[in-house]
């Protein structure tokens, strides 16, 4: 192996415990042992997903075995990293269809056939209750505590399951059952992987090394790539769906999604930055680079090109701008209705400054001068899907012929 490729593996990590290990691990001059848990709580994968996965087949295609954990068995608990309540428990049923669904897609990134695949059923539910108090026992109460999700759940006197506090035993005893030499995931699972390195060294195995890669933000630019928020990509959409949701993140986080979601070499990002900085490259032509780099990725070469000419057109038919402004709005534009919630479209259009005033938005609705994604919208409250704005988030909304805002999200506080 190169003498730098401890570097090119750990590029891009935010931790890399412990220091040093990853050199240690390399130079016993066998291939290590790289282990990815991912639990199938939703059927598709992400760009977000992906960051993890690119960085396993760069492992996998520096000679080291690609240990890929499909958690059948923590599923049914599901992973408390960063939830403010109890998961709901999926069916055996919900899991299986959605693990199926995750090993074709991690397929688009790793080499499935030369990767080594398990469920973790495999050794969790075959544990006797011994097995079960042995691994218990690995981890105190005040440990657990130490998260910061649980630890605010205990302050705020909101419940805790005592099976929440064995979701990172059972995933650190994948380590075990695997004897995981590497741990890959993203910052959020870093309590996870610590929590392995203790199960290891409980169980008399050398504890794994841990590195750690950064979330990928999603659309909005706020907040951490989900389907639940609705501002993900998904690696199996459409081409042309690909290209638009690329070309609606904010400009701030071209090269963070060049660097963790496309095939670029390093330096040609590093003088993208440089250009974006000092003004030499407009945001727009650098975002455009990404989306055909993206959708060429997961689509095939060429097909990155053939979408931005279609989004090129689309754009010169509704004569929508490159360039359009990110706004914010009060939450108060969202309403309480039947349970769920919707968003006030003259509310909305007067909060985005599109409209002096309401009865203005009313009355250009009812001429047919107001235009979401470019068609027309009539009725005056849209249902939305999960928090506000929900599925608007990243919509670019049009009033009239020259009028242009995309709703970037909800104001803090």
Do not use: C
């Not at 659309?219 to 769906?241: A, F, Q």
């Not at 090129?312 to 914010?328: C, F, G, K, L, S």
């Amino acid at each position: 192996m190169a003498a730098d490729a401890p570097t090119t593996l750990a590029s891009g990590s935010v931790d890399l415990v412990p220091a040093g290990g990853l050199e240690e691990r390399l130079a016993q001059g066998r291939p290590l042992r790289v282990k990815l848990g991912v639990d199938p709580s939703r059927p598709d994968l992400t760009l977000g997903h992906a960051v993890v996965l690119r960085k396993l087949r760069q492992f996998q295609d520096a000679g080291h075995a690609a240990v890929l954990i499909i958690g059948d068995f923590t599923a049914r608990i599901g992973d408390p990293s960063g939830r403010s309540e109890t998961r709901p428990m999926l069916t055996e049923e919900e899991i299986r269809a959605n693990a199926d669904t995750y090993l074709s897609q991690a397929g688009m990134v790793i080499d499935v056939a030369a990767a080594e695949i398990h469920g973790n059923a495999e050794w969790s539910s075959e544990m006797d209750m011994a097995e079960l108090l042995r691994l218990a026992s690995t981890a105190t109460v005040a440990q657990m505590l130490e998260r910061d999700d649980f630890r605010e759940r205990y302050k705020g006197e909101r419940p805790i399951s005592v099976v929440e506090f064995l979701y990172p035993l059972f995933q650190g005893y994948d380590s075990v059952a695997v004897r995981a030499d590497v741990e890959l995931g993203g910052t959020d699972q870093k309590f996870n992987l610590l929590m392995g390195r203790e199960v290891q060294r409980a169980f008399g195995q050398e504890p794994q090394v841990v590195l750690t890669l950064p979330l990928l933000e999603g659309t909005d630019g706020v907040r951490k790539m989900s389907k639940s928020l609705d501002n993900y990509i998904g690696l199996t959409e459409p081409p042309d769906d690909m290209f638009g949701k690329l070309m609606r993140i904010p400009d701030r986080l071209i090269a963070k999604y060049l660097r963790s979601a496309a095939p670029v070499d390093p330096a040609e990002i590093d003088a993208v930055e440089r250009g974006l900085e000092d003004g030499t490259l407009h945001p727009n032509e650098a975002k455009r680079r990404l989306a055909r780099e993206v959708v060429d990725l997961y689509h095939g070469v060429g097909v990155g090109a053939a979408a931005e000419e279609r989004f090129n057109a689309v754009h010169r038919e509704r004569e929508i701008p490159d360039e359009i402004t990110d706004v914010r709005v009060p939450e108060g534009v969202f309403d309480e209705k039947d349970g769920g919630r919707v968003a006030y479209v003259p509310a909305l259009l007067e909060a985005m400054g599109l409209v002096g005033s309401r009865s203005e938005a009313r009355r250009l609705q009812a001429q047919g001068g107001v235009r979401v994604d470019g068609e027309q919208v009539s009725d005056e409250e849209i249902p939305i899907r999960g928090e506000p704005p929900g599925q608007l988030e990243g919509t670019v909304w049009q009033v009239g012929r020259r009028k242009f805002a995309r709703l970037a999200g909800v104001e803090d506080g």
